[in-house]
């Protein structure tokens, strides 16, 4: 337990510092993430016996995220978008022309990409937005409550084929804990109606634990316990960003569309 929680204070300490700096630096740091969640989750597709298109997917990953860095906000969305496309058209030629590949390499590698550089870029689009905080927030928050109140309310278990210690009772607390703690954020930082934010820290506990739980089933049918050993006590980077994976989408275009 010890190791685990000097693990997470480095952990957070180094985040703050870089969600502090903003700019180009943290935009560094999400690349960086990006990278390692890249490795890590193509050591999943290897478990599961297919074939991770490692030096098609990095190079993908470098050319995108490089492009985020480079250009102005107002290009994100299209880049974003043609990078799909072009990704997409890639496989399909790998596909075409490599007699061993399967339908479901082409899949695995699509998905891969998608769940683990596409969605933790958002940070990225959030850069410079007082909002960006809200993703942390709002995951840690709803982590941190299902975990407390868990231990002592709760009794039914949410999902035990996949993650014994969840219970429903955690769960409901990490909604509530999530929904105050975005509302009280926006109250701090005079940012959107309260309630708007009330109702983005419900969608971002629901999807957080959704993700968590995710993560969680992808390991099991790997049959691994950790996507890595990067942080003593907690596993790799996808074993604590397994949540931000989801709640940074939901709070760009959240704060997109309706704040």
Same mark, same amino acid.
């Given at each position: 337990?010890?190791?685990?929680?000097?693990?997470?204070?480095?952990?957070?300490?180094?985040?703050?510092?870089?969600?502090?700096?903003?700019?180009?630096? %943290?935009?560094? &740091?999400?690349?960086?993430?990006?990278?390692?969640?890249?490795? !890590?989750?193509?050591?999943?597709? !290897?478990?599961?016996?297919?074939? /991770?298109?490692?030096?098609?997917?990095?190079?993908?990953?470098?050319?995108?995220?490089?492009?985020?860095?480079?250009? $102005?906000?107002?290009?994100?969305?299209?880049?974003?978008?043609?990078?799909?496309? %072009?990704?997409?058209?890639? %496989?399909?030629?790998?596909?075409?022309?490599?007699?061993?590949?399967? $339908?479901?390499?082409?899949?695995?590698?699509?998905?891969?990409?998608?769940?683990?550089?596409?969605?933790?870029? =958002?940070?990225?689009?959030?850069?410079?937005?007082?909002?960006?905080?809200?993703?942390?927030?709002?995951?840690?928050?709803?982590?941190?409550?299902?975990?407390?109140?868990?231990?002592?309310?709760?009794?039914?278990?949410?999902? $035990?084929?996949?993650? /014994?210690?969840?219970?429903?009772? &955690?769960?409901?607390?990490?909604?509530?804990?999530?929904?105050?703690?975005?509302?009280?954020?926006?109250?701090?930082?005079?940012?959107?109606?309260?309630?708007?934010?009330?109702? %983005? &820290?419900?969608?971002?506990?629901?999807?957080?634990?959704?993700?968590?739980?995710?993560?969680?089933?992808?390991?099991?049918?790997?049959?691994?316990?950790?996507?890595?050993?990067?942080?003593?006590? =907690?596993?790799?980077?996808?074993?604590?960003?397994?949540?931000?994976?989801?709640?940074? $989408?939901?709070?760009?275009?959240?704060?997109?569309?309706?704040?």
């Amino acid at each position: 337990m010890k190791t685990r929680i000097i693990s997470a204070a480095v952990l957070v300490a180094i985040l703050l510092i870089f969600l502090y700096v903003g700019n180009i630096y %943290l935009n560094i &740091g999400i690349s960086v993430i990006c990278f390692i969640g890249l490795y !890590e989750f193509q050591k999943v597709v !290897e478990a599961y016996k297919l074939k /991770p298109f490692r030096v098609t997917n990095y190079i993908t990953a470098a050319i995108y995220l490089s492009l985020l860095i480079i250009l $102005p906000k107002d290009k994100y969305s299209i880049v974003l978008q043609a990078t799909v496309v %072009l990704y997409t058209l890639v %496989l399909l030629t790998i596909f075409l022309f490599k007699d061993d590949t399967k $339908p479901a390499d082409i899949g695995i590698n699509l998905m891969t990409i998608v769940y683990v550089v596409f969605t933790l870029s =958002h940070m990225i689009f959030l850069n410079g937005s007082i909002y960006i905080w809200l993703i942390f927030i709002t995951a840690w928050s709803t982590d941190t409550c299902a975990y407390f109140i868990g231990v002592f309310f709760g009794k039914r278990k949410l999902c $035990p084929k996949l993650s /014994p210690k969840k219970t429903i009772g &955690g769960s409901i607390a990490g909604i509530l804990g999530c929904i105050i703690s975005s509302m009280i954020f926006g109250y701090i930082f005079k940012t959107g109606n309260i309630l708007q934010l009330g109702l %983005l &820290g419900l969608f971002c506990s629901i999807f957080a634990q959704v993700g968590d739980i995710c993560a969680s089933k992808f390991k099991r049918v790997a049959g691994i316990k950790d996507y890595g050993n990067l942080m003593p006590g =907690h596993g790799g980077i996808l074993d604590r960003f397994d949540s931000i994976i989801f709640t940074a $989408p939901i709070v760009y275009y959240f704060t997109l569309f309706i704040i």
